[in-house]
């Protein structure tokens, strides 16, 4: 792909400049130049500096805005990482999923491609390129190019061989493209956004198998229609305050407004997949993040707002599906529970039982999978034979039938007594200390405006660390890998809300 900028053939005044104000950034005198600092050339290799004690910078961006480099994530591994200098904040990772550990053994090189490998976790990662450099763009892009040098004063475009910004981890900036064929993860694996025909998606993996879809915003085509045949949409945060969806670039098929729309804000604009599975945006205000669009303003319609076997109440808040028992007392009861291993192991049927309860509706109904049925008897019949099925809810009033074929998850709270649940549920559950996050976090998203402090951002990545580790046991699509790490999952998305602890404007 054909990039029209890069911080490399700007023209050399503009270098010296940069010099002058920021002559820190040069540990030589001369020949010390901005571009040093800019790009990493063939040959370059490094390890991780065990007396950096979180993130030790390899290559800078024009702005000092940004920083790419190792990103310590617990006292013994790390990522490779673009932060967002200011905050602290990553904006993206080289593999999340694949961690190194910090030690003497583990390298960075850059021989063409951008390289870490690690011997003993025998982790290796590679753009599996062979290009001149490595950039580091003022949009936080890292790219790896080909071609030019700029000792020749060649102004030509450099051709861009890979870029961060085509394989996004959690976070879209401002001006970066999401296309069909790309998917944002949070950062506990368990939730991502991918684009339909004329939609975006964002879509839940409550077990390795389940790809269900919780929230679907369909393109207006206010300004412009799609046309079939016409190519696929794709995304982009426009600086102005608005996360635009186009299929050609003359109009906007879409236009989602943030807060600051088209208010002039000199901060960046970033657009994240939370680990409770909202997509919000945030701008930087120069001390913090500060919430400017959430896709789901109501708690009760997150997918998982309080836990597996958890009941959300519009006005109320978390209870249990199981009405004998307090939330307070910890996580619900069947937190963990994992009926479907009826289907590989007929042995536990005597280690199910069945949980009933009224007034229950499935969340995101209009997204649910259904099948209209006659009585609730039948509906539960469905869902007894069939080994697959962890629970139906039943509108008498409809005849509608609503199976979950995932663990279960929080159902809705309703007044309405003909919506009846049945939920399959391990007899015997281990009980397990509830998050003290879940309650906080329920009080917090209450609120119109949550803001994301950077200084936290480091706490709340250790977490999100955590959760890529329990995403790869997800991934690994066997059945008993997730019964640990999954009790973790709903409660976790809490956290990084907890943490918000100030409203800023
Ligand atoms: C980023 O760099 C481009 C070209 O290199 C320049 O035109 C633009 O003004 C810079 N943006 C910022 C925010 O510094
Ligand atoms: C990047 O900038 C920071 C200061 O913001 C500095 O400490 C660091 O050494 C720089 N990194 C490189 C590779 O020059
Ligand atoms: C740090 O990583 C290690 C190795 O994976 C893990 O065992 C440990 O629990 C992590 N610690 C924290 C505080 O996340
Ligand atoms: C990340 O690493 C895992 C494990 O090595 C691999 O399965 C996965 O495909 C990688 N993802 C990307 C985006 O490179
Ligand atoms: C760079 O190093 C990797 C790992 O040693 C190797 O697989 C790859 O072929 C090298 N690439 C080039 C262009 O030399
Ligand atoms: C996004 O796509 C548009 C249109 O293809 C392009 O002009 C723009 O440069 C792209 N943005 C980035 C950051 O690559
Ligand atoms: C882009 O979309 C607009 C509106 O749908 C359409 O009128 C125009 O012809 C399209 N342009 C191209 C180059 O496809
Ligand atoms: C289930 O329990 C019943 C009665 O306790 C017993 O007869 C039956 O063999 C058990 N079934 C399985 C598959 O263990
Ligand atoms: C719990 O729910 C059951 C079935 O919906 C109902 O019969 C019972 O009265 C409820 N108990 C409490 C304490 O609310
Ligand atoms: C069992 O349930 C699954 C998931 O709902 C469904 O795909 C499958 O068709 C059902 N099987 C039968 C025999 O009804
Ligand atoms: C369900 O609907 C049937 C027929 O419409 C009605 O007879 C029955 O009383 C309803 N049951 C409940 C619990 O509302």
Not at 253 to 280: A, C, H, I
Request: net charge negative.
């Amino acid at each position: 792909m054909e990039r029209s900028f890069n911080s490399v053939t700007r023209p050399r005044s503009t270098q010296l400049l940069f010099l002058l104000i920021i002559p820190f950034l040069c540990t030589l005198t001369w020949p010390c130049t901005a571009a040093a600092a800019q790009e990493l050339r063939k040959g370059f290799e490094t390890t991780p500096n065990p007396s950096i004690s979180s993130f030790q910078s390899l290559l800078n961006d024009s702005s000092g805005k940004f920083s790419f480099g190792f990103l310590r994530v617990n006292s013994t591994q790390l990522a490779l990482a673009v932060l967002h200098v200011p905050s602290n904040e990553p904006l993206w990772m080289a593999n999340s999923t694949t961690l190194s550990r910090w030690s003497d053994g583990t390298k960075v090189f850059f021989n063409g491609s951008l390289v870490i490998s690690d011997p003993r976790t025998r982790t290796f990662w590679s753009t599996q390129t062979q290009g001149d450099k490595l950039v580091l763009l003022n949009n936080s892009n890292l790219q790896i190019q080909n071609g030019l040098d700029n000792s020749n004063n060649n102004v030509n475009v450099p051709t861009v061989l890979w870029q961060s910004f085509d394989h996004p981890t959690n976070t879209l900036v401002e001006t970066q493209n999401f296309t069909s064929t790309m998917t944002l993860v949070s950062s506990n694996g368990l939730y991502s956004m991918r684009l339909g025909i004329d939609f975006i998606g964002l879509y839940a993996k409550f077990d390795p198998n389940s790809n269900q879809i919780y929230w679907k915003h369909k393109a207006l085509q206010a300004k412009a229609q799609i046309v079939e045949g016409g190519g696929p949409i794709h995304l982009r945060v426009d600086p102005d305050g608005w996360l635009g969806m186009y299929q050609n670039e003359t109009a906007p098929v879409d236009v989602e407004s943030f807060n600051s729309f088209q208010r002039t804000l000199d901060g960046l604009l970033m657009v994240r997949l939370e680990p409770d599975g909202n997509l919000k945006a945030y701008y930087w205000s120069g001390s913090s993040w500060v919430l400017d669009y959430q896709a789901i303003s109501d708690t009760c319609d997150l997918p998982n707002p309080c836990g597996s076997y958890g009941l959300c109440t519009p006005g109320t808040g978390c209870s249990c599906l199981d009405n004998s028992t307090e939330l307070s007392s910890g996580e619900c009861p069947g937190s963990g529970s994992h009926p479907n291993d009826l289907c590989t192991d007929p042995k536990t049927q005597n280690d199910t039982k069945v949980l009933r309860r009224e007034g229950v509706d499935v969340p995101f109904k209009e997204l649910m999978r259904y099948e209209t049925m006659p009585s609730l008897e039948e509906c539960e019949n469905t869902c007894e034979r069939n080994c697959s099925c962890y629970g139906v809810v039943y509108n008498n009033a409809s005849g509608f039938c609503y199976i979950l074929d995932y663990p279960i998850q929080t159902l809705m709270g309703t007044g309405d007594d003909s919506k009846v649940g049945y939920f399959k549920i391990n007899k015997e559950t281990k009980k397990k200390r509830m998050d003290p996050g879940l309650g906080v976090g329920i009080g917090l998203l209450g609120a119109a405006l949550l803001c994301l402090v950077g200084a936290i951002g480091f706490g709340s990545y250790k977490i999100w660390m955590n959760k890529r580790r329990v995403s790869r046991m997800l991934e690994e699509e066997t059945g008993g890998a997730m019964s640990g790490p999954y009790k973790d999952l709903g409660s976790a998305s809490f956290r990084s809300i907890e943490m918000c602890s100030a409203t800023h404007r």
